[in-house]
């Protein structure tokens, strides 16, 4: 009667476990319930990003194009598949009613297919048979506008967040940008009487093809609307100016601000009367009163010398001479984990000049090497040979900052504002860019023209324009997507691996080393007794010349036996970390399972028996 009445029990327990599932699964009570257990916090989204879903007005729909059948055999594009739909569907929880995230197949010859291409995603000839692979999102909203990311590479998972914040955060605002730029340099193109309307710099015509670029005047006493302020060269800026640009940051503006030791860009008109005063002209620029209250130290009479990454300039006799102060940065000098300089793999700029702050305070986008110093800026006034620095060049081991992002609470230089103006005395997180260099800017430091049947081409030779546009698209953004940094990836490297493959190494590299050595000293023996017989005597052999080519022989294939015994001996230990592995997964864990169930159940059982015999 009491079995009967246990299984009666075990039976209702299991008949509510399962309502109360179907239940909770089809209410999504605890839908957003998740423990996310990855070391590198995968799973989990940015408060940036959440911001970001939450703010969606309009419908957005998030089309994930992967071409399934045609990747059966690419592993590393399945395993990324993988990681990215688990990524969507976590925004598409945040993101609630209005985000919807569908994984379409563009199978070859389908409409699907015919739907990626006109969405312009990127099509790689690399399935079966050449067959093409799509692996892209297309996004769109309620007023059809699309963004698209053509192709998700493996290798960028760790802006794979940034990437699609960005495309989300653009289309719930559709609108134009509007990029304000305040200098006295011919950034934005001028009229010539004679010339007509002369062209910009090149990345500013781009620039003018995705935002509205308009011109700030240097003696303005306020910025308007503009959602980034470019503050170029600026020379003798009056404190009402001072003031519009300390406060339009103060109130959450974007600010990208480019100072100069000594400008190359800068013209100067020549002055009849005094020869050496074009010369002698002061091309230096700072905006230190905002700096200083910003904790951010710049000094305009220093210029940065750098031997390692100098550039070779032509001399006025044609020589190809270093030139310490124009310098090409490579991808070492450029922060790999900011998304604007992820890609990027030379930067060009000349006799720039320095920043620094105190710890934290900057995040470096450009960096000298070691093998750098700082210098007068009034010696390359008159510098007339370039060689000449190499007199007097003595790097102090150090790396310098370039360019960088200011970070944390700024306060206002003004705190006291001007006569009648109301004042905002601090903003809690800034968004500054720095750039101790405004020769970054111009075509000549990255881009060559060339004519082409009448139309001009450009081609790039440095990444200076690519790095300006990273900037404007993550600097327009919102303070959400600028938050938004490169965080872990799923890759996990095998560390003890990777320790034990070196230890291998080190271990029988030598003896490898050796016996090549011995190998070679063998073929070489073997060789000399040929050539020895002579001509004549080529196919005469004595039985001593016998004797001593068989042992060579038998020496040389003992040595490769050996060699190949060392090839195998390098993954030896891996190996067997691999066997033990496998024990302790196949065997070893459930023994050990299976050894606790049955020390349970006979403690239990022996519990029974102690209860019958009371």
Not at 128 to 154: M, R, S, Y
Not at 438 to 447: G, K
Request: charged residues 25%; without cysteine; negative net charge.
């Amino acid at each position: 009667m009491k079995k009967q009445a246990h299984k009666t029990q075990l039976l209702i327990l299991a008949a509510i476990f399962l309502l109360s599932s179907i239940v909770i699964s089809q209410s999504g009570l605890f839908s957003r319930l998740r423990v996310d257990l990855t070391e590198n916090d995968l799973f989990t989204l940015n408060d940036g990003t959440k911001n970001i879903l939450q703010g969606i007005d309009e419908h957005i729909h998030l089309r994930l194009f992967f071409s399934d059948q045609a990747t059966t055999d690419i592993p590393m594009l399945r395993t990324y598949q993988r990681r990215v739909v688990d990524f969507l569907e976590e925004l598409e929880r945040y993101g609630g009613e209005k985000l919807t995230v569908s994984v379409i197949d563009p199978v070859s010859f389908s409409e699907e297919e015919d739907q990626a291409s006109q969405y312009g995603l990127q099509a790689l000839p690399v399935g079966e048979g050449g067959e093409n692979v799509f692996f892209g999102i297309a996004g769109t909203n309620a007023l059809d506008d699309v963004e698209v990311i053509p192709f998700l590479q493996p290798d960028k998972e760790a802006f794979l967040e940034y990437d699609v914040a960005q495309l989300i955060y653009n289309l719930n605002h559709p609108e134009k940008r509007t990029i304000g730029v305040m200098s006295d340099l011919p950034l934005l193109g001028q009229f010539d009487p004679q010339q007509g309307q002369v062209p910009g710099q090149i990345m500013f015509e781009q620039l003018k093809d995705m935002y509205d670029v308009v011109a700030v005047e240097p003696t303005s006493n306020s910025i308007g609307e503009v959602d980034l302020l470019l503050v170029v060269h600026p020379k003798n800026l009056s404190d009402e100016t001072l003031f519009a640009i300390d406060q339009y940051v103060m109130k959450g503006g974007r600010l990208m601000v480019f100072v100069d030791p000594m400008a190359q860009s800068e013209e100067v008109a020549a002055d009849p009367q005094n020869p050496m005063a074009q010369l002698q002209a002061d091309r230096s620029s700072d905006l230190n009163k905002l700096f200083n209250a910003w904790g951010v130290n710049y000094d305009a009479s220093k210029v940065v010398l750098d031997n390692q990454q100098a550039v070779s300039i032509q001399s006025q006799q044609g020589q190809n001479i270093r030139h310490l102060g124009i310098n090409s940065w490579a991808k070492q000098n450029l922060n790999n984990e900011d998304i604007v300089t992820l890609d990027l793999s030379s930067v060009n700029t000349a006799l720039a000049g320095v920043l620094t702050a105190a710890e934290g305070k900057l995040s470096p986008l450009l960096t000298t090497t070691q093998q750098s110093m700082l210098t007068a800026n009034d010696a390359m006034s008159l510098l007339f040979n370039p060689n000449a620095l190499f007199q007097n060049f003595n790097p102090d081991e150090q790396t310098h900052v370039i360019a960088a992002r200011v970070n944390g609470a700024l306060n206002s230089a003004y705190p006291d504002g001007l006569a009648g103006s109301e004042v905002i005395k601090q903003v809690e997180q800034g968004h500054v860019v720095i750039f101790a260099d405004v020769d970054v800017l111009f075509d000549r430091m990255w881009v060559r023209a060339q004519n082409f049947f009448g139309r001009q081409i450009y081609s790039n030779f440095a990444d200076n324009g690519t790095l300006i546009n990273n900037l404007v698209d993550n600097m327009t953004g919102s303070a959400d997507l600028i938050q938004i940094r490169a965080r872990g990836t799923s890759h996990r490297p095998f560390d003890k691996v990777l320790e034990i493959q070196r230890v291998s190494e080190q271990k029988y590299r030598e003896t490898e080393n050796q016996l090549l050595q011995q190998l070679r000293e063998t073929e070489s023996k073997l060789n000399e007794l040929q050539r020895s017989k002579g001509q004549e005597n080529q196919l005469i052999i004595s039985q001593e010349q016998q004797a001593e080519i068989n042992k060579f022989k038998q020496r040389k294939l003992e040595v490769r036996k050996s060699l190949r015994e060392v090839k195998r001996n390098l993954n030896k230990d891996i190996e067997a970390l691999g066997t033990k592995l496998k024990f302790i997964n196949i065997a070893l864990v459930p023994l050990i399972i299976t050894l606790i169930v049955v020390f349970l159940s006979w403690r239990k059982s022996k519990r029974k028996e102690r209860q019958y015999v009371k």
